[in-house]
């Protein structure tokens, strides 16, 4: 089992830049990839990036390539999402996820994480 607490959302104007935490409790064998979502009002929920929490290995949805950055503490057992250059269409409810070794799904779909927080709304105004 793994839980999972975000935080740091917020507003901000268009261009403007948020970080958002992840901070990660139970057993590591859960959280062996970690991720962030957002879903906008209507829509399907999407991934944002991915990180293999052992060697570091990130993933980017192309949306965001450039402008964010998704780390981790593995000592704090935490990941960062650093959202830079913020547009109004990435205006949604961000969550974290984490997915154990067992999965066989894409680091992309859903499917991969079995363990999800409650999420953090960032909204982005022009």
């Known amino acids: 089992q793994a839980q999972l607490l975000e935080s740091g959302g917020g507003s901000v104007q268009v261009g403007g830049s948020l970080r958002l935490s992840c901070s990660a409790s139970?057993?590591?064998?859960?959280?062996?990839?970690m991720a962030w979502f957002r879903q906008a009002r209507g829509e399907e929920r999407e991934v944002v990036a991915s990180i293999y929490m052992a060697g570091g290995t990130t993933n980017y949805a192309d949306s965001v390539k450039g402008r964010f950055t998704i780390s981790r503490v593995n000592g704090q057992n935490t990941i960062y999402l650093q959202m830079n250059s913020l547009k109004p269409e990435d205006t949604g409810v961000y969550y974290c996820a984490a997915g154990s070794a067992y999965g066989l799904a894409h680091w992309s779909t859903v499917g991969r994480y079995g363990f999800w927080g409650q999420g953090t709304q960032v909204t982005v105004s022009s």
């Open positions: 139970g057993s590591t064998y859960s959280r062996v990839i």
